[in-house]
């Protein structure tokens, strides 16, 4: 009896397809492709990571975050006429190699505009490309997004919704609630151990929320159906409690 061998492994790259599902049944074909990161990237991502690891005698350090997110994979996912543009925490850096410049840029990325809208680094401004909005995606798609808070500071922020609202007014954010800082005292030891190793403890996070979207078929393909969960709301909603 032969050994099964595993799967091969597809590291993501720009403009590499993935995922390459035949239309089955009732079912149609489905092609998942990679849009980054960008070679450039690849080896910015390697290079940061040789700086975190400490020399001989040297002392080890707690892990920092690596910014920006140099290994972000945005995905383009496409079935039949659906197409979907998920941006993960892709940014853009200003260097046509990098970032969305290199995707919007490139011409072996995959043809057509997008329906659907998973907002890149979580609606920050960090993460906006003007002709992704205008050369990707339909006037006005379903966006989608999930907010972060860290260290006091939030996004996406007010001029972020204000931003993403009139690019597409029908946009979803998966919670309102931001994460409380923990309000625990504790000794002096114990917060000079907290600080050498996890660095900061906030209060548990809320529910994580949700947005699901189901496309209406072959029979409706334009059409799609919202449900979100408890927390989850329009985007537009945060803009109307400001005013």
């Not at 990707?136 to 808070?149: D, E, K, R």
């Amino acid at each position: 009896m032969s050994e099964r061998r595993p799967p091969r492994r597809a590291f993501a790259s720009a403009n590499r397809p993935v995922l390459n599902l035949p239309a089955e049944g009732t079912a149609d074909s489905c092609i998942v492709t990679t849009l980054s990161p960008s070679d450039k990237e690849f080896d910015l991502f390697l290079r940061g990571i040789a700086e975190l690891i400490p020399l001989p005698r040297q002392t080890k350090k707690r892990a920092s975050y690596l910014r920006p997110n140099h290994a972000a994979v945005a995905l383009w996912i496409e079935s039949s006429s659906v197409k979907m543009l998920l941006g993960s925490d892709l940014e853009e850096k200003g260097d046509p190699l990098t970032g969305w410049s290199a995707i919007v840029q490139s011409a072996e990325r995959p043809p057509g505009r997008s329906s659907i809208y998973k907002v890149p680094h979580h609606g920050s401004v960090t993460g906006h490309h003007d002709k992704v909005c205008s050369d990707m995606m339909i006037q006005h798609p379903i966006a989608v997004l999930s907010p972060f808070y860290h260290a006091g500071k939030k996004v996406p922020t007010d001029k972020d919704v204000t931003r993403i609202v009139m690019l597409a007014p029908e946009s979803y954010i998966t919670t309102q609630s931001p994460v409380s800082k923990s309000k625990i005292s504790r000794s002096s030891p114990v917060e000079r151990t907290i600080r050498e190793t996890v660095g900061k403890i906030r209060a548990a996070q809320p529910p994580m929320g949700w947005v699901s979207l189901r496309n209406g078929g072959k029979s409706n393909p334009d059409r799609w159906d919202v449900a979100l969960s408890l927390g989850a709301s329009r985007l537009s909603a945060l803009s109307r409690e400001k005013h």
